[in-house]
């Protein structure tokens, strides 16, 4: 019999797939290797036949290949595969999950990353991994240097401007090994904001996570800013929205919100997203940008 529809619970090493026909029935249950279950897949199934895989670790990568043998490849938030799992969690009640979930007429469907913006991805988790580096060592040398007596006022552009100030001031009570192990932490904390700068300016949030795709189905341009969690904008001439970094505080935020877009569209520090220019609704028109 002909299968329409297969959900797969993928892993490192070992594929549970779980298809079934026209009529939702189950008809296809195997559990493969890595190296061999695309091959199944191609041999047992015909082109256009929807495969489900939750947008897990490697997911975006498997949904590539499996659009490029011809399947149409549909990956779910595993929040909306958990109300489908049956009894005992395991691989074989996950991709009969995946399976059953995809079937959902109101199901919502991750957009499928390429190449390109998994490396704009990867930057931007560099970097938000070295600023997280770079504000404990903030913390760590205020911590420190507490204990000799010296308070640095708030902000990291003020610790930037006291250390050298502390090492220089021979009177302030801070020893010769201490000076040498903050020279040390001063030198790291320079190396991190060098760490901050990694990638191009073009490397973008919003390029990454706005698809073609996503536009065209936008109908109003209000859609826009309450998809990262923005609720109070400004609509210029209909499809332009600007967001100001020095009234940012302003505006207003929903509770389910991207944490990192918000620090893109509120960090006026280093360059935030001031004007968003928007094609109009069904256009097929890219999006601008102005950063």
Known sequence: MKVTR??????KNVFQ?????????????????RTAWLRAMTLRLEPGCEV??????????????????????????PQFVKPYVKS?????????????????????????KTVEQQDIQSIHRVRSSV??????????????????GLVAPQHLSSLRKAIPEWLEDAENGLTDRFRALLHGLWTELLRFDDGEQVGPASANPVCLHVHKARLTNWERTREYPSWPGITNVRIE??????VEPQHHR?????TRR??????????????PITLLRLPRPNSGQELKLDV
Not at 104 to 111: A, L
């Open 6 to 11: 297969v959900g797969v619970d993928i892993a």
């Open 237 to 242: 001439a209909g499809y332009t929205i600007a």
């Open 250 to 254: 302003s505006a207003g935020w929903q």
């Open 52 to 77: 489900g895989i939750e947008a897990c670790s490697g997911a975006h990568h498997w949904a590539r290949e499996l659009a490029s043998r011809g399947f149409v490849a549909k990956l779910i938030s």
């Open 17 to 33: 797939i779980h298809g079934v026909d026209r009529l939702g029935r189950p008809i296809w249950r195997r559990k493969l290797k």
């Open 131 to 148: 600023i997280g580096q770079r504000t404990a060592q903030a913390n760590q040398i205020r911590g420190l240097v507490a204990e000799y």
């Open 258 to 271: 991207s944490p990192y877009m918000v620090t893109w569209f509120t960090e006026d520090e280093r360059g």
């Open 88 to 112: 005992q969690k395991n691989d074989a009640t996950d991709a009969e999950a995946i399976c059953e979930a995809m079937s959902r007429p109101g199901m919502r469907f991750v957009t499928p």
